[in-house]
Nanobody, 118 residues
């Protein structure tokens, strides 16, 4: 079955960095574009960044552009989100999501919590 396991979250001070990982299994990871989404406290889920199948094309929400970097390692079925210059408004639960449906279904991981606070 499809599994998406996010990790790497934690508590960090403003201006700090974190690197999130998403370990994927149960589908052909290299055949799917992937996305990161997040949901802050009291907010709706929002898209953060996307990456194409080969990793050559990336796009970012304006709120994170220049601070976050999305990448992937298809040999290890893993996607990453390097987050620098973190701000309190980056606080939230971060999820990895395949870019398209897998066998007709949408899949989300359980998320990893990022808290930016002094």
């Amino acid at each position: 079955q499809v599994q998406l396991v996010e990790s790497g979250g934690g508590l960090v001070q403003p201006g700090g960095s974190l690197r999130l990982s998403c370990a994927a299994s149960g589908f052909t990871f290299s055949a799917y574009a992937m996305r990161w989404h997040r949901q802050g406290p009291g907010k709706e889920r929002e898209w953060v960044a996307s990456i194409n199948t080969g990793g050559s094309t990336t796009t970012y929400a304006d709120s994170v552009k220049g601070r976050f970097t999305i990448s992937r390692d298809n040999n290890k079925n893993t996607m990453f989100l390097q987050m620098n210059s973190l701000k309190p408004e980056d606080t939230g639960l971060y999820y990895c999501v395949p870019g398209t449906l897998i066998r007709g279904q949408e899949y989300w991981g359980q998320g990893t919590q990022v808290t930016v606070s002094s």
